[in-house]
């Protein structure tokens, strides 16, 4: 059982309204990511990061932002949501394995329905 | 362009029985695939790993298997049971998810039926 956490799992919020989505792991992982999943569509990378004060942009395009000033810490902000936001949000962490066999591991994300 | 395609969509089967879900791949180069189970509502979980020189790995009732000439790999389910209802995705990497890039499946929904 992987130690990452997420939270809120549900949130229901008005559009305009800023939102923080938390993440945290105690496993010392360095590297860290944020997926969007929409219901039965695989998930796309929309941040990620090397390690403490590192993140870069994923492969989708994403209106939120992120932040790492903590190894364990992860948190992704939308600063204004929209109804296009609704979608699960997953965490995850890579253990500092060799490079060909290194494992993600994922929080139990959570699920944003912005109204 | 790098895909990864899975089938079928998504399949029902009766408790105990067996399974097999199938993943293609054009990702290149290629580094490792690994099997991940997804609960409904949940994170992925993974199941397996295979590189290159891998032909297939076993965790419990779940069997994987890789062709790496064909780009093809398959995860077979033993004795299923109702638990084992989930998404199965398929997720390959091309240089290891610490340098490159992992690509994923649409997944596989698995029903198992009492």
């Known amino acids: 059982e992987a130690d990452i956490y997420q939270t809120p799992r549900y949130l229901v919020i008005g559009t305009g309204k800023k939102i923080t989505l938390e993440c945290s792991q105690t496993?010392?992982?360095?590297?860290m990511y944020w997926y969007q999943q929409d219901p039965g569509m695989e998930l796309h990378l929309i941040h990620y990061s090397y390690g403490v004060n590192s993140t870069e942009k994923g492969d989708l395009s994403s209106e939120s932002t992120v932040s790492r000033i903590r190894t364990e810490h992860f948190p992704l902000t939308l600063e204004s949501a929209r109804p296009s936001h609704t979608s699960q949000y997953l965490c995850?962490?890579?253990?500092?394995?060799?490079?060909?066999?290194?494992?993600?591991?994922f929080g139990p994300g959570t699920r944003l329905t912005v109204l | 362009k790098n895909q990864v395609e899975q089938s079928p969509q998504s399949l029902i089967i009766l408790e105990g029985k067996n399974c097999t879900l199938q993943?293609?791949?054009?990702?290149?180069?290629?580094?490792?695939l690994r099997w991940y189970k997804q609960d409904t509502g949940r994170g992925p979980v993974s199941l397996t790993i295979m590189t290159f020189s891998e032909n297939t790995k076993s965790n419990g009732r779940y069997t994987a298997t890789l062709d790496a000439d064909t780009k093809q790999s398959s995860l077979h389910i033993t004795a299923s049971q109702l638990s084992d209802s989930a998404s199965y995705i398929c997720v390959v990497s091309d240089r290891g998810s610490t340098l490159g890039r992992l690509y994923f499946g649409r997944g596989t929904q698995l029903t198992v039926w009492p």
């Open positions: 496993m010392g992982h360095d590297k």
């Open positions: 993943c293609n791949y054009t990702v290149s180069p290629f580094s490792n």
């Open positions: 995850a962490s890579t253990n500092p394995g060799s490079l060909s066999t290194d494992t993600q591991y």
